[in-house]
């Protein structure tokens, strides 16, 4: 939403969704910046069922991450990760996602 309007977002640009008291944002680059959008959808179910085989992958229990965005992985405490997506924003990967993830990007 924008005002009284609404800002379509291309999907294969948006990095991540989250969700954020019942409210789902979506990350994409608007000029060049990485911006959040808010959705009208309250949940990142509601996110996976629009999208179905889409392959985002969900990091968090309130992230959901398009791999392809990730330009780059490191380790944290825990037996975490940290994945940078545009703009130097990290996201931090849940332990039990983080082997999957690796997995997925093929370390």
């Given at each position: 939403r924008a005002g009284d309007g609404h800002v379509f977002l291309e999907l294969k640009r948006t990095t991540h969704f989250e969700v954020e008291d019942e409210v789902v944002y979506a990350w994409a680059p608007?000029?060049?910046?990485?911006?959040?959008?808010?959705?009208?959808?309250?949940?990142?179910?509601?996110?996976?069922a629009a999208f179905p085989g889409s392959g985002f992958l969900r990091i968090q229990r309130h992230l959901l991450l398009r791999p392809e965005a990730i330009l780059g992985l490191r380790p944290i405490e825990g037996g975490r990760a940290a994945v940078r997506v545009a703009d130097g924003v990290d996201l931090e990967v849940s332990r039990s996602m983080t082997p999957k993830l690796k997995e997925w990007l093929g370390l």
């Open positions: 608007v000029g060049g910046k990485l911006s959040r959008h808010r959705t009208d959808w309250t949940s990142l179910g509601e996110v996976e």
